[in-house]
Nanobody
Framework: QVQLVESGGGLVQPGGSLRLSCAASGSIFSLGTMAWYRQAPGKERELVAAITTRDSRNYADSVKGRFTISRDNAKSTVYLQMNSLKPEDTAVYYC??????????WGQGTQVTVSS
């Protein structure tokens, strides 16, 4: 059974930075695409960024140039560096490991609040 544990969320002022981490248990981390999603109150969960096993990255338009996703397979960890944060980035952030289209694992989420 794979477990994903996010950390690094918190309260930050507009323009500030946070770095989220998602650590995976088990030995299959390196076999899957890792992604960060977020869900704001009253909104649907949306893809923020993803990174494949070959380090190909894609980002939501709203975060391009501000967020960077990376992965460390040796540590079974994916990161999301978030810079120039805006109030509209406030959400619960979830990481997801996708092994196949049918086999996906989610973390429990970490709250990010951007407010002065």
């Amino acid at each position: 059974q794979v477990q994903l544990v996010e950390s690094g969320g918190g309260l930050v002022q507009p323009g500030g930075s946070l770095r989220l981490s998602c650590a995976a248990s088990g030995s299959i981390f390196s076999l899957g695409t890792m992604a960060w999603y977020r869900q704001a109150p009253g909104k649907e969960r949306e893809l923020v960024a993803a990174i494949t096993t070959r380090d190909s990255r894609n980002y939501a338009d709203s975060v391009k140039g501000r967020f960077t996703i990376s992965r460390d397979n040796a540590k079974s960890t994916v990161y999301l560096q978030m810079n120039s944060l805006k109030p509209e980035d406030t959400a619960v952030y979830y990481c997801k490991l996708s092994i196949t289209t049918e086999t996906n694992y989610w973390g429990q989420g970490t709250q990010v609040t951007v407010s002065s």
